[in-house]
């Protein structure tokens, strides 16, 4: 008998690779008049104890800082780059030249910009583009002291100045494409001029943390409208104690972390892969899956399910072109894997082994 090779098409048997988990964290910051500059040195104090403890509670973090502010109106937001992604604490400094209006909604579509690299002249730093890590999620730190809406010249704003009313999802619309489309996870710390503030701001952060306070609720928050608790740090000062420190901390470095559920179901409202983003799911039961996980042809997000006994694609599921998906039966907690690309035969040494039959046909008469 000859040897017999045997290749093995079950995804079970697949060569593995893991892939590593951390965050990419935009700590993007209040440079608007409003901050005055022992107040922004406060802040500044403050918000470099987080970025130190984000990159020691994981060595896969990225950190980068964007400063924020306007020189007339929304249209005229602009935003400072300190850093590309980058693993050190850098050293930053107040920049004026972005102006002393604060409109953080128009400000976040400039870091959209930056992330998608598309060129935007109110981008005025040297750095322009903010190319993320391959496999890391992605988290937006905003520390801000800014107003729910107070128009005019150096007005303050952190819904969308152009459409503000209460309540609407056009006043949250680019914070909602963050969540939906990028997979963010928004941590926001502020010291509010007035209750409407806190509660837009909340709006603004993503669920989780120790907020369980008022929360603007809109018909269209990934989060579920009006809901707490909220990653949120309501504060009198720009100082920031030793306990918030860990708790902002936490918020930030949880992101990565991945726990075992009895049942997971992911929907598109909730769960979507962002471009270049990477989630791992486990659950010791089941997965119900009708996300998407999105891509445009390269850097696209990556989805690695594994469950104890079923995962379920659901209508609507869809791991777009240039992403990556896979799923397979696993208990938890366990690392996650993905199959390489190409896949070696499984050579069958073993020896060949004479059968017996009796009667043998061949010298027996069978009756």
Known sequence: MKNVYLIYLSLLLFAFKGYSQGSDVIFWLDNSGSVSNSEYAEMSTSVKAVMQKVIECNPNNRISIVQYGSTRLGAASKIWIETPFTNIVPVFTRRNAVGDG??????????????????????????????????????????????????????????????????????????????????????????????????????????????????????????????????????????????EINTTTEQICSVAEVRCATNLILTPQFNNVGMGAQHNRQASNSIRASNRILGNGSDGGIGIYHAGNTIVLRSGFHSMRGSRFRAYIQNCPSDFVGREASLEPVKDNGKEEKISLFPNPSSTSVT
């Open 102 to 243: 604060d409109f953080a909604h128009e400000a976040l579509g400039l870091i959209g910009n930056a992330l998608d690299g598309i060129s935007n002249s109110n981008i005025i730093s040297p750095i322009t583009t903010l190319n993320r890590t391959p496999g890391n999620s992605l988290v937006i730190y905003l520390f801000t002291d800014a107003a729910r809406n107070i128009s005019g010249i150096g007005g303050s704003f952190i819904v969308n100045s152009s459409s503000s009313g209460f309540g609407t999802d056009a006043a949250f619309q680019n914070y909602t494409a963050f969540k939906t489309v990028r997979g963010a996870k928004f941590v926001v710390t502020i010291i509010p001029p007035d209750a409407s503030a806190t509660a837009a701001a909340a709006a603004v952060a993503s669920a989780g943390g120790t907020y369980t306070g008022s929360v603007e609720p809109y018909p269209a928050d990934p989060n579920g409208a009006g809901t707490t608790p909220r990653s949120l740090l309501n504060k009198t000062n720009f100082i920031m104690t030793p306990a």
